[in-house]
């Protein structure tokens, strides 16, 4: 529906590809002004979420835009298949600074500011690991069940000021993220396929939909939940 974020302005990350950039234009396409960052890419502004003062560095540069802030949409994240015990310190602590610190970081620090927006809306990017595990994902599951839980709660203390917080929980989706996996190992990605209900991956543009669709009035009632959105694969676990 084109138009139904006019004049709403936010902050997407991880926007330099894949469900990120698909979600970037989207809210575009619906009048969303989009301040976009990520390491590489087409995007506002090049920074390592990762970073202590990235959550402060994307507000400010937000408010310095726009001077007003209505959503944040953290998209940025990593994942690779990895055996448990080649599980490191150094790549466990990886997956959690980018798929879950740095999101806390981001939303608290644009929180003040959600809060005083008529229509604060914050989305999360979990995955279909965030409710299910799966082998060789043991530290991404871990920060995908991290940021749904985050997520519950934000929308527990953030309620009260209007801000509405959910999360989108993607299935097998064909983007550069998980493009080397697909790669390496055509049988998981034909296994994916066959899962689905619909008989196909997941496009960035199945997300982002969603996703413009969380910003929106039409989601004004909608809070605390984790959206599903797997082409109906877990439903034929």
């Known amino acids: 529906m084109a138009g139904r974020l006019n004049g709403r302005c936010g902050i997407v990350t991880g926007a330099g590809s894949g469900i990120g950039a698909a979600t970037a234009r989207r809210l575009r ?14 995007v506002d502004l090049l920074l390592d979420v990762a970073a202590k003062d990235a959550g402060r560095t994307l507000t400010e540069a937000a408010l310095a835009r726009f001077d007003r802030l209505d959503f944040v949409v953290p998209c940025a994240g990593v994942s690779a298949f990895c055996p448990l015990e080649g599980h490191s310190d150094d790549y466990f602590e990886q997956v959690m600074a980018v798929n879950v610190t740095a999101v806390f970081r981001l939303i608290r620090d644009a929180a003040p500011h959600l809060r005083a927006s008529p229509a604060g809306r914050i989305v999360t990017i979990g995955s279909v690991t965030s409710a299910f595990g ?25 309620g009260a000021d209007g801000v509405t917080a959910n999360c989108v929980m993607p299935g097998a989706i064909d983007t550069p993220m998980t493009a080397p996996a697909f790669a390496a190992m055509p049988e998981y990605r034909t296994h994916w396929e066959q899962k689905s209900a619909l008989g196909r991956l997941g496009q960035p543009e199945d997300i982002a939909d969603v996703i413009a669709f969380l910003l929106s009035d039409d989601a004004r009632f909608v809070t605390g939940q984790g959206w599903m959105v797997d082409g109906g694969a877990m439903t034929r676990m």
């Open 29 to 42: 396409e619906d009048g969303a002004l989009v301040l976009t960052a990520d390491l590489k890419g087409d």
């Open 134 to 158: 799966d082998a060789g994902l043991v530290a991404y599951g871990t920060s995908k069940h991290a940021v749904l839980g985050m997520t519950r709660a934000l929308a527990g203390e953030l």
